[in-house]
């Protein structure tokens, strides 16, 4: 058998035209083995040459590559049968609200595009891409509901996966979900601790104190004990939906996968293995607990328990649907006022914030991955509260070996060590030049002080003392925190540098400290000042203890 190379119009290195006068008729040159061939075209330069070394590696290629389908075939019908066995008439379900969805969102779609056709600007290229650009797929997971939601979050979140525009568009799945009413909460409340209510809980307020994608939080007193306690309940019918919607997407992603085998050099499975794993995860409370268990245990073990804390669980009030924890009353590190009124020093209550999870980063198993705000309170004993262990990572001892030399030359400005770093931490083939990519890395970073971090003050007077009160907080949305990263991914995946997402997870906690540090303690330079250790020598056996 033999392959056929074609070439049209290209003589001497240089192109032709593809038509040529008839007076003019070019020569085809055929070589077949060693014999060659000539003929006269009517008008069209043809060249072919017939290689038999070229149709064998063309064919081994080919049978190569059959061959590695036909044996990878018997496992994708495995998966896909036992994954529409775990799934079961949920998939079909959730089918029928997924094409309502689509067609909810194609309507909105074809709606603008009607109406943009007639704009002197053109069509925007957001309606070109249809329902695959970012601002209608965002509408398509929000109308999808939980599981959609949660995956937008994880894409807002993931920037060393996801491309930047849709990262953005995306911090919009992070705004206030929809309350459960609470006679379902109740009644999952009696199913799950199979006992009457006013047997466990003295009291349990209808008004939630969090409603989340997945869960809803209210304020709870214990019967026996009156101790103040909250509870978090995974709202009803949410782990169905997230079985079917993941299992669904893992489908989808080995099917494709095993069309296009090109793919797998994309780890497009293992990215959404690693979303389904991560999201499964998240509404398992159980796992929760024993993430909260694993944190106090390390304070208790390194004896940080004067300063810092986080919820004791509750185990015989909990279980997989509903988590029953002490409630801690404080503020968060973002609150000025309170900050002022309840410690002497904000900047040495950051301190030990830092010093408190770059401690559990070596100690812990996992590490708390969304210390924001709403997560990270100054209590009114003083100490730092850490709250909600859902989201949680874990990270290899190489990805910390360098993520201490790139946290370390970020401080020095060694955009060289920083270059290395990255290069040491992110997957590549490739030979890369350390230097062109350090002087990259100089410009993104040389402009880290530029970031807009407003102080925005408030002040508030109360009726009953005159007395003035006064908070602050900082005006960084997820987009302008996001940018920076953004930047450094962007440049290093020029490079063919490729981030685990535990990378991505540090960075953002850092961004979030950057934020408190600019508050609290403006002066402070988060990465060198003395009285925070970041040293891989505080790695202890008590990951493997607790």
């Known amino acids: 058998m033999t392959s056929v190379s074609v070439f049209r119009g290209f003589v001497h290195g240089r192109c032709a035209p593809l038509f040529t006068h008839q007076s ?32 064998a590696q063309t064919q081994d290629l080919f049978t190569s590559r059959l061959q590695d389908s036909i044996e990878n075939l018997p496992k994708l019908v495995e998966d896909i049968v036992q994954t529409s066995i775990n799934t079961g008439p949920r998939g079909a379900l959730r089918l029928a609200q997924g094409i309502q969805a689509v067609i909810g969102v194609g309507g909105e779609w074809l709606t603008e595009l009607s109406q943009s056709r007639n704009s002197p600007s053109g069509i925007p290229s957001q309606l070109q891409l249809g329902l695959l650009s970012p601002l209608y797929l965002r509408k398509l997971f929000e109308r999808l509901g939980a599981t959609y939601i949660k995956l937008g979050q994880f894409i807002a979140s993931a920037p060393t996966l996801f491309p930047e525009e849709y990262v953005q568009e995306f911090q919009y799945c992070f705004d206030r979900a929809p309350v459960v009413p609470f006679d379902e909460i109740k009644s999952i409340l009696r199913e799950d601790l199979a006992a009457p209510i006013d047997s466990i809980y003295a009291y349990v307020d209808p008004t939630p104190l969090a409603s989340a994608s997945i869960a809803q939080v209210h304020a709870a007193r214990l019967k ?59 509404v398992d409370f159980k796992k929760e607990a024993a993430n909260i268990e694993s944190f106090r245990g390390y304070l208790e073990s390194m004896g940080l328990t004067r300063q810092a804390t986080a919820p004791k669980v509750y185990p015989e009030f909990s279980t997989k649907r509903v988590l029953t924890m002490e409630r801690l009353y404080g503020v968060p590190l973002t609150d000025l006022d309170s900050i002022s009124s309840l410690v002497a020093s904000p900047e040495t209550s950051l301190i030990t914030a830092l010093n408190v999870w770059f401690g559990s980063l070596l100690a812990c198993e996992t590490f708390h991955a969304d210390v924001h705000a709403g997560n990270l309170w100054l209590l009114r004993d003083g100490r730092i509260g850490f709250l909600d262990f859902g989201i949680v990572g874990r990270i290899s001892p190489k990805t910390w070996s360098a993520m201490e030399v790139f946290l370390g030359s970020i401080a020095t400005e060694e955009y060289e060590s920083m270059a290395s770093a990255l290069i040491e931490m992110g997957a590549t083939n490739t030979d890369i030049d350390s230097r062109a990519f350090a002087k990259d890395l100089e410009k993104i970073f040389s402009s880290i002080q530029d970031l807009d971090t407003e102080v925005v003050v408030a002040t ?41 997402r535990e990378f991505a997870l540090l960075m953002k ?22 009285r925070i250790t970041i040293a891989s020598n505080r790695r202890t056996t008590n990951r493997n203890t607790y």
């Open 224 to 282: 026996g004990s009156q101790a103040d306690v909250v509870i978090k309940v995974l709202k009803p019918g949410i782990e169905d939906v997230l079985v079917a919607d993941l299992n669904f997407i893992y489908v989808v992603a080995r099917i494709v996968e095993f069309l296009n085998p090109e793919l797998s050099r994309a780890s497009l499975v293992a990215i959404v293995n690693d979303i389904r794993a991560s999201m499964l995860e998240e």
């Open 460 to 500: 508030a007077t109360r009726t009953d003392t005159n007395a003035t009160a006064i908070s602050a907080n900082l005006v960084v949305d997820e987009r302008q925190m996001n940018a920076l990263f953004l930047d450094v991914v962007r440049v290093s995946e020029s490079y063919g540098l490729r981030f685990p």
């Open 24 to 55: 003019q008729l070019p020569v085809t040159s055929i070589l077949i083995g060693s014999k060659k061939l000539a003929y006269r075209s009517n008008g069209l330069r043809l060249y072919a040459r017939y290689s038999e070394s070229q149709s």
């Open 509 to 530: 906690q850092l961004l979030y400290f950057d934020r408190y540090t600019r508050l609290l303690a403006p002066d402070m330079n988060m990465l060198q000042d003395q």
